[in-house]
């Protein structure tokens, strides 16, 4: 029987194409291409991973790392490449990669230049398998040794529409599980020209498709499930288990830190099914407080008949932290059902794992381009640890929930930061999908440092890159353990000083700048604004670095110096959104620290508006269907529960009798609303080929969220947009999917 095919570096398992609006949830890929006429270049971070003129690609799935997909055994795997230019069948030479790389940071900054005087460590380039000081250089140019590669005979390609199948690899990705010490991804080499999206374009990035026998073999299966270190002088202890079914005669325990020999000790057997054996081994290599990626110490463990190879090895961070799981036995019961084999001890390394290959590295900004240097290393004592992870509280056990909760152990922070302190605004009710306090998870990683960023869930017109939320941890976070890092654990969290001024681009919720418009910046609960100034004729407040000096923005020891209160006012109309501290801090975290630019967005009319009148009622109502006017006047007559439905490129347009003044239409929604509704305006003696768009709802469900108030099924969003003179008032659903509409009412604004 086979288990069901599915891609690694597509929608991770448990996740459907729904998921993605509250989280692009991808599985991670480490990937660049490496050009030996630029041999000191690293394109780590290139939305392209370019073959021809010798180049190679090298590409590895950390998944294969932290998951562990115990006592499976694969049936068929392939790699996928989506081509980006130059589609054609493309021959391509295959090798397994026997040294470890690094995917790097693509170029190294300095503010938003390239900074030459300073080589990172841990780049992949043509010359080196990590470059900078203390790494090494493949044993010849381009990973093209007998030490660097084992070519792939069986490796094969087809061109299947605009994506090139690499088959051929089974036994290749088999022996990556098998000994993930020794294998590290693959390296593809071709005489054509052609370029694929990597790993940073998302969806498109290269997948690794498995599909798997369902296997599971009766006999002996080693386990690593502990390594510790007993005191500072460089002495560990290794906990092995047999978590098969049969003795295991004995076994060779193997370990050997970064750039030593390897050392062996024996491990006297039998070792019968469900007991345990202790190896005490010595290694004084010393680690890299300043950065734990680098030096690292690995264990394996080898015996003849084990039936799973998967678990055998477990590495360990030199200057890593210690990290440490508690629950009670009520709950360590739940634990178990999770785990594999039933031992907790391997589920929280498979979690560690996963902490140290996917969401420390790719947590990463412009400033940390590589992500979080912290690295973890699992501990059986939780007093003696550095993080303790508490379950105690945890209501809902699965491996999402108790990593997030380790991740959530990282930083002296809590679940205060992550919402508003009151609903005097409004903000996005997000749902809990990202794994750190602060909701601010998008990688930054290949904007421009001086360019602000958008308010999250609202579109920017003009934005040249898309920001994903990768739900991972928020820049201020990664910024706050980057600088622990050979520092005590747990320090106090705190804010930057923004005494550095405040620019704050101001927009309505459709992403016009809101020009002459007064903005006040408030403390939670306070009636006395801290700031105050003027939008101007750009849309744009800027608080001089005396004035933020004088007015301290975020209080670091106070409660509520987390949020502040932003309120607009224009033309005797008042609106008001929240403004996060983590919004600001992002600004520091990508490195610039002259000034913070900040994104506001208010739902705000040009005018103040009469709401005693709404003009939209018992109105002339027409359609594209021809429906007849008892039909069409659901939309006007009050009941939320029965609507009108417009199919896809269809439209109803209102009369409203003479030309008026507009500034807000309500229009309450049943159902799905994903398509774009565009709303266009005429006026009298005027036909819709004269016709002009008031505004574009591209994002519907996002604003009913933001600003909408439900009443059974039917929600009802204010529509607020610039002051307009219209007379006819036409919904127009652009795309393709029905949009069903139980109420319009559309307001004036007041004489």
Do not use: C
């Not at 780049?123 to 792939?152: C, E, F, L, R």
């Amino acid at each position: 029987m086979l288990i069901p095919a599915f891609l690694i570096g597509s929608l991770e398992p448990g996740l459907t194409s729904a998921d993605l609006s509250a989280r692009a949830q991808l599985a991670p890929v480490f990937d660049t291409y490496i050009d030996p006429a630029t041999p000191t270049t690293n394109y780590g971070r290139e939305a392209a991973l370019v073959l021809g003129n010798r180049r190679a690609i090298l590409v590895d799935f950390p998944q294969l790392q932290w998951q562990r997909y115990n006592g499976k055994k694969l049936k068929s795997a392939k790699i996928i490449l989506t081509f980006s230019r130059d589609i054609s069948a493309t021959p391509v030479t295959v090798s397994s990669i026997s040294r470890r790389w690094i995917e790097g940071e693509n170029r190294v900054l300095r503010f938003d230049r390239v900074d030459p005087t300073r080589t990172v460590w841990g780049q992949a380039t043509w010359n080196h398998a990590i470059q900078g000081p203390g790494g090494y250089k493949w044993n010849d140019g381009g990973a093209k040794g007998t030490a660097d590669i084992v070519s792939i005979t069986t490796a094969a390609s087809e061109l299947n529409l605009d994506k090139l199948e690499i088959t051929g690899i089974t036994e290749a990705i088999q022996n990556q599980l098998n000994n993930p010490q020794s294998h590290f991804g693959f390296r593809i080499e071709s005489e054509r020209s052609v370029a694929f999206f990597s790993g940073d374009t998302g969806a498109e990035r290269p997948r690794l498709e498995l599909e798997w026998e369902e296997t599971t073999p009766a006999g002996s299966d080693l386990a690593i499930m502990t390594v510790t270190q007993t005191d500072t002088e460089g002495n560990y202890l290794a906990i092995i288990k047999n978590v098969g079914s049969a003795p295991a005669a004995g076994a060779t325990f193997e370990f050997a830190s970064t750039g030593e020999a390897t050392q062996t000790v024996d491990v006297i057997g039998p070792i019968e099914p469900g007991s345990t054996k202790s190896v005490r081994f010595a290694s004084r290599k010393a680690g890299d407080p300043s950065d734990p990626r680098r030096i690292q110490l690995q264990t394996k463990i080898t015996a003849v008949g084990d039936q799973h190879l998967g678990n055998n090895t477990l590495t360990l961070a030199l200057s890593g932290r210690t990290i440490a799981f508690e629950a009670t036995p009520e709950q360590l019961a739940a634990i178990k059902e999770l785990s594999p084999a039933g031992e907790p001890l391997l589920l929280y390394q498979a979690l560690v794992a996963r902490l140290n290959n996917h969401i420390f590295p790719f947590s990463r900004s412009i400033q940390f381009p590589e992500g979080t240097y912290l690295r973890l290393n699992l501990a059986l004592d939780p007093l003696a640890a550095d993080y303790r992870v508490n379950l105690n509280d945890l209501g809902e056990f699965s491996e999402v929930e108790i990593l997030r909760t380790a991740v959530r152990s990282l930083t002296s922070l809590n679940g205060s930061y992550r919402t508003p302190p009151s609903d005097a605004a409004p903000w996005i009710n997000a749902a809990n999908s990202n794994l750190s306090w602060l909701p601010d998870t998008r990688d930054d990683g290949r904007r421009i440092p001086s360019l602000e960023l958008p308010t999250p869930g609202f579109d920017t017109p003009g934005n040249p890159v898309p920001l994903p939320d990768e739900g991972l941890i928020s820049r201020a976070e990664v910024a706050y353990l980057q600088a622990s890092l050979g520092k005590p654990a747990n320090q106090p969290f705190t804010w930057s000083d923004f005494s550095s001024g405040l620019l704050a681009r101001a927009y309505s919720a459709h992403g016009d700048a809101l020009i002459d418009t007064k903005i006040s910046l408030f403390r939670p609960g306070s009636s006395a604004p801290i700031l105050t100034g003027d939008s101007g004729k750009g849309g744009i407040i800027y608080f001089t670095n005396a004035e933020v000096k004088a007015n301290p923005l975020f209080l670091k020891d106070a409660a509520n110096s987390a949020w502040l209160l932003a309120r607009a006012e224009r033309n005797g109309a008042i609106a008001t959104t929240w403004l996060p501290i983590w919004q600001v801090q992002e600004w520091f975290d990508r490195g610039n620290s002259g000034i913070a630019s900040v994104e506001l967005r208010f739902n705000l009319p040009t005018q103040a508006l009469d709401f005693t009148q709404n003009l939209a009622s018992e109105r002339i109502i027409t359609d594209a269907a021809g429906r007849f006017p008892a039909e069409l006047s659901k939309l006007v007559d009050g009941n939320l529960d029965q609507g009108l439905t417009i199919a896809p490129g269809q439209w109803t347009e209102i009369d409203l009798g003479r030309d008026r003044m507009i500034g807000q239409i309500n229009l309450t929604t049943i159902g799905d609303v994903s398509a774009p509704l565009h709303i266009f305006q005429y006026g009298t003696s005027q036909n819709i080929s004269s016709a002009i768009r008031w505004v574009t709802l591209e994002n519907l469900p996002f604003l009913s969220q933001l600003y909408g108030t439900k009443v059974g099924e039917a929600v009802t969003t204010p529509i607020i947009n610039r002051t307009a003179q219209m007379r006819y008032v036409r919904f127009i659903n652009r795309g393709e999917t029905p949009i069903t509409i139980s109420e319009i009412q559309i307001f004036p604004t007041k004489n």
